[in-house]
């Protein structure tokens, strides 16, 4: 099965296994940041290109601590 190229807000919500709320999305939209979106009339859809993008971009990369630094050396 193919993935589709587009999420209704709903689905995104259940993709980060609700982690972000559609009422969280519908204020991200409001404000202008979160991940792209497309308005076609009244419906609001996710492009799945986008929004793997901005959760590649929320990736928070950790640094060595020096006890791991030591053990590699």
Do not use: H
């Amino acid at each position: 099965m193919t993935e589709p190229l587009y999420l209704t807000p709903e689905e995104v919500s259940e993709r980060f296994r609700r982690a972000i709320s559609t009422g969280t999305l519908a204020n991200w939209r409001a404000m202008r940041v979160g991940p792209a979106f497309v308005k076609i009339g009244k419906s609001i859809v996710y492009p799945v290109a986008d929004l793997n993008q901005w959760a590649n971009q929320q990736t928070v990369r950790c640094r060595a601590t020096r006890s791991t630094q030591r053990e590699g050396t």
